[in-house]
T-cell receptor, first 114, second 113 residues
Framework: NAGVTQTPKFQVLKTGQSMTLQCAQD?????MSWYRQDPGMGLRLIHY???????DQGEVPNGYNVSRSTTEDFPLRLLSAAPSQTSVYFC?????????????FGQGTRLTVV | TQLLEQSPQFLSIQEGENLTVYCNSS?????LQWYRQEPGEGPVLLVT?????EVKKLKRLTFQFGDARKDSSLHITAAQPGDTGLYLC?????????????FGTGTRLTVIP
């Protein structure tokens, strides 16, 4: 079982460049979300989706866009990369409703913006 | 504002020792989850605690949810090198109500063989 797959695993961008981080899940989960992990700050929610065609902002959405055209895919777009976006990005999917749920995370994308 | 403070931030112990890590908040949480994250991987769920005062055991790991549902602890008995990792507590991110999580800053545990 693949679970949650993120690509790429590593990426270096120049300031001002744009890119898309890919996330795909094969568990037919309704809920998907993007987090960023920075040293000493835990994971913070960027954007999330409760189903195909429905997305919303999380705690730190500025500089990022998302879309959800299918249940399986939830890409994260960086519009104009800034050094402050250097981080490790995790995509997660989950089923049912809190607390009877479990978030399944991908392996992460380590992004460096120079 | 939600806040989950974890302590200690770093912990390095010898194999076979016992340890406890803590997750504290000024707010009441309906429930909390504990995750473990290994280097280069995403977090993996260990347990969900729902009821105040609840104790759950997972082999050598014992999780407790405080009576007032403002704190939780994780106790590991006879730690092994395979326990090495970042331990994260998490609660529901109340602004979204969509299974999204609010994470603590984590305890990084190293178990030395």
């Amino acid at each position: 079982n693949a679970g949650v797959t993120q690509t790429p695993k590593f990426q270096v961008l120049k300031t001002g460049q744009s890119m898309t981080l890919q996330c795909a899940q094969d568990m037919n989960h309704e809920y998907m979300s993007w987090y960023r992990q920075d040293p000493g700050m835990g994971l913070r929610l960027i954007h999330y989706s409760v189903g195909a065609g429905i997305t919303d902002q999380g705690e730190v959405p500025n500089g990022y866009n998302v879309s959800r055209s299918t249940t399986e895919d939830f890409p994260l777009r960086l519009l104009s990369a800034a050094p402050s976006q250097t981080s490790v990005y995790f995509c997660a999917s989950s089923y049912s409703k809190w607390p009877n749920t479990e978030a399944f995370f991908g392996q992460g994308t380590r992004l460096t913006v120079v | 504002t939600q806040l989950l403070e974890q302590s200690p931030q770093f912990l390095s112990i010898q194999e076979g020792e016992n340890l406890t890590v803590y997750c504290n908040s000024s707010s009441v949480f309906s429930s909390l989850q504990w995750y473990r994250q290994e280097p280069g991987e995403g977090p993996v769920l260990l347990v969900t605690v729902v009821t105040g005062g609840e104790v759950k055991k997972l082999k050598r790991l014992t999780f407790q949810f405080g009576d007032a549902r403002k704190d939780s602890s994780l106790h590991i008995t006879a730690a092994q090198p395979g326990d090495t990792g970042l331990y994260l507590c998490a609660g529901p991110l109340d602004q979204t109500g969509a299974n999204n999580l609010f994470f603590g800053t984590g305890t990084r545990l190293t178990v030395i063989p």
